[in-house]
């Protein structure tokens, strides 16, 4: 007999966090291994970021938040909004929370009923059909694979509605492809959706700041659907502030208003300081994220042109977040010292055994002849482990 919950019994776990702790493992008995399994990046939080987190800590903001936040930064995300996208929200649609995670957590709990429909663009982030299975909905699968660089088409969206689609989870740029939607794309799956009222859109914007087409696009832009949409972003990623924790929707007030009374009785309001930090973030100089972006560029050209020159191997070229995601299926099958590659996450396990390069199998995110490689990392990390990569699959025969 299993006393545990049947929601829990039915949850995977997270095989991204899985393969950073075998890497770990390794790391621990000596071996050099170079992670790229996990979506950080390696900057550190900058410096006048930091400052207004010792600051609140000496101006004695330790006690509980507002639920949703305080009122300085939902403004500041409201203004934030504004400024870079040119959305009109107000304090009272912002929710802040532990991290984008617990946002899209709260989003997904806040609108699906048991039996909704929740359509997911494959490739996918691991979590998003977990949240949908916790919130006892179905999760429905539209495939896009690297020939269409892994984004759905509005005619696929339009055939995989039902009468029981309740929402859609967009995520652009893409964890786990690196993939940006356009203006034009993004139109289009507003066009079909603006059809369909009792649908509601949650956009998963959170590596916004990382992109390589010089503007960002967010979906809720469109007049048409603008009152179905949950905008989910955070200061994560832009901001190299992972451990911080402080996610955000920005959505219609009666959304927001559910989800602050969702998060009132599970967590509260986030961190005091994190929240500090995160206002500095806002408000203060933008030239570290930048900075960061473009080294995220110039790393991506490199592992894109070290990735190409491996037979087998097919690559497209992301434009956004710091991810890679190449076709290997063409190693199925294959083997050494009678070892047999069946299909990504045992070649995700060779490569870090045989290769000493942690990354993770394409099955977790729904693309089983991929795998996914984080170049949140050195040039001399990428430039080692994509020599590692090459001489690991050279042995397979």
Known sequence: MNPLSDRLTALSPSETFAMAQKSNELKAQGIDVINMSVGEPDFNTPDHIKEAAKKAIDDNFTFYSPVPGYPDLRKAVCEKLKNENNLDFTPDQIVCSNGAKQSLCNAVLALVNKGDEVIIPA?????????????????????????????????????????????????????????????????????????????????????????????????????????RVVVVNGVSKGYAMTGWRIGWIAAPKWISSACSMLQGQYTSGPSSISQKAALAAYTGDQSCVEDMRQAFERRKKLIVDLLSEIPGLKVNDPMGAFYIFPECDSYFGKSYNGRVIENSPDLAMYLLEEGHVACVGGAAFGAPKCIRLSYATSDENITKAIGRIKEALAKLA
């Open 123 to 227: 490739p996918y982030w691991v979590s998003y059909p977990e949240m949908v299975k916790l919130a006892e909905g179905k999760p429905v699968y539209i495939e896009a694979g690297i020939d269409q660089d892994f984004k759905i088409t509005a005619k696929q969206l339009q055939n995989a509605l039902t009468s029981k689609t309740k929402a859609v989870i967009l995520c652009s740029p893409s964890n786990p492809t690196g993939s940006v939607y356009t203006k034009d794309e993004l139109q289009g799956l507003a066009d079909v959706l603006a059809k369909y009222p009792n649908i509601f859109v949650i956009s998963d914007e959170i590596y916004e700041h990382i992109n390589y087409v010089g503007k960002h696009e967010s979906i809720a832009q469109f007049e048409n659907i603008r009152e």
